[in-house]
């Protein structure tokens, strides 16, 4: 029998007046126990025994005994530089999200550039996205000159809303950016679908989306284009790093081409002798951060898998609890990446207790937790793009209205989830062991029966 299920009566009951004592003394409730659920125990933030004082997985994770043979034996060879490996690599990613081609580049913020930039995209031209997503998606756009056009979210999946999306396009829209964000795959068929009827490109921002499927293909090939990080948090991490996946082998010459310095590659290549054929950057790889990625992607599918057995489980015991409305996968999913695993709280669910405080009580018994992000459609990097020069050349005056693009860009349902209800736990930890999943269900219900105590505490 679990202890969730294990109520404090009948452990009384079976065990005795001793360990009745036992139960209401915090010392025995601690490393490793299991509180047991109900107002017997006192709260962490008020002074009791954390349910979990074990440390969560860390992140990342690599095998002696594999890995590091890769990176020495690349660092002894004195070959850093783009070779083999990064084509290796390059290959195995292409062929694990299952596009033709792959291309890796130094982020997950530059393969979104280029990919913008070799669609041809740029100022005056508008690109749909999330508000809810991680910084990069929107400063890419801007980094192209191109306007980002917020669509809100479907708080459900917690993904761009795709009813939602017809209605801010217009003559100007030239591309859409789903963004698969926590790892949770955005309705790819409808964006299709929806870019088809108006003829707009589609660049998957699947950075932290590694592994995750839709109808069994992976996301990074639904689109025009995929964009990966592997940022030493994601769920394949090298430190730094990223790739674009496409199907299109011309524009994937042009990226080629673009990460490096703008010489030519495969259909770009010119007459002999014709020089760099294109604006390029430089954003290539090294070979040893492809060594390290080659490592890491061993062990991917086994931890999507164990992220997707966990999130389920815990999943199914949280959503149980009145306050927590847990996540909603899109229609056909067979697989999330859970680069995060999320939650909305509704404090009326626990006495009116704040998010800010539930999380810093339910941080107190030992599950690391956050609010997650704040609405990327309202911050003042906006305002200083628009300041820019670049843009006060390349758009009317109206258009860099702040106050007008803050009424266009309007995002009510995001501005909820991020102000009141998100709740994440971290990738890494769902990387534990089921009964470890359990500390994260007993630590909550825990906040659940002493929430009226830690809200009047004031903690
Ligand atoms: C991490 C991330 C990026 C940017 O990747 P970097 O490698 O850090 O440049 C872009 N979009 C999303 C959703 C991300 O999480």
Redesign the pocket.
């Known amino acids: 029998m679990s202890n969730k299920n294990f109520g404090r009566r009948a452990f009384i009951k079976s065990t005795g007046i001793v360990a009745a004592g036992a139960l209401l003394s915090p010392s025995l409730s601690s490393a490793g126990g299991r509180a047991v659920p109900g107002g017997g125990q006192r709260a962490a933030v008020l002074g009791g025994s954390p349910v979990r004082t074990k440390a969560w997985p860390g992140w990342p994770i690599w095998n002696k005994d594999t890995d590091e043979k890769l990176v020495v034996d690349d660092l002894r060879s004195g070959v850093w530089s783009r070779a083999s490996l990064v084509t290796q690599f390059e290959q195995e990613w292409g062929a694990f999200v299952g596009t033709k081609r792959c291309l890796t580049v130094v982020?997950?913020?530059?393969a979104?550039i280029a990919s913008l930039l070799q669609m041809g995209i740029g100022g005056g031209d508008e690109v749909i996205v999330p508000p809810y997503?991680?910084i990069?998606?929107v400063a890419a756009v801007l980094a192209t000159g191109a306007m980002p056009v917020f669509v809100d979210t479907d708080v459900a999946t917690w993904q761009i809303d795709p009813g939602k999306i017809e209605a801010k396009i217009t003559s100007k829209t030239r591309a859409i950016i789903p963004?698969h964000?926590l790892g949770l795959p955005a309705d790819m068929h409808r964006i299709m679908a929806i870019a088809k009827k108006h003829d707009l490109f589609v660049i998957e921002?699947a950075?932290?989306a590694h592994g995750a499927e839709i109808g069994h293909q992976r996301v990074g090939s639904f689109g025009h284009a995929g964009c990966f990080?592997?940022?030493n948090s994601?769920n394949l991490a090298i430190g730094?790093?990223?790739a674009i996946t496409s199907n299109d082998e011309k524009f994937m010459d042009r990226c080629y081409s673009y990460h490096n310095y703008g010489n030519p590659y495969g259909s770009v290549v010119g007459q002999v002798n014709a020089g760099t054929l294109i604006a390029g950057n430089k954003l290539r790889l090294t070979e040893y951060q492809a060594a390290i990625g080659l490592g890491q992607l061993k062990r991917l599918s086994a931890e999507t898998d164990k992220r997707n057995e966990n999130a389920a489980y815990l999943r199914s015991k949280i959503g149980k609890i009145q306050g927590i409305i847990p996540y909603t996968l899109t229609d056909n999913v067979t697989k999330a990446a859970f680069h995060l695993f999320p939650f909305r709280y509704n404090k009326e669910g626990f006495k009116g207790l704040s998010r800010a405080a539930f999380l810093k009580a339910l941080n107190a018994e030992g599950i690391p937790c956050s609010e997650g992000y704040a609405p990327l459609n309202k911050m003042p990097y906006l305002q200083n793009a628009f300041e820019s020069k670049n843009y006060r050349k390349m758009y009317a005056a109206a258009d860099l209205d702040l106050r007008a693009f803050n009424e266009r860009n309007d995002c009510p349902l995001n501005d909820k989830l991020c102000n009141e209800e998100a709740v994440w736990f971290y990738q890494s930890m769902l990387l534990a062991e089921r009964r470890d999943m359990d500390d994260i269900v007993n630590a909550i219900e825990k906040i659940h029966a002493n929430a009226e105590k830690i809200k009047t505490s004031g903690k």
């Open positions: 982020n997950g913020t530059n979104l997503t991680f990069a998606t963004v964000i921002d950075c932290q990080s592997f940022q994601k730094e790093g990223g």
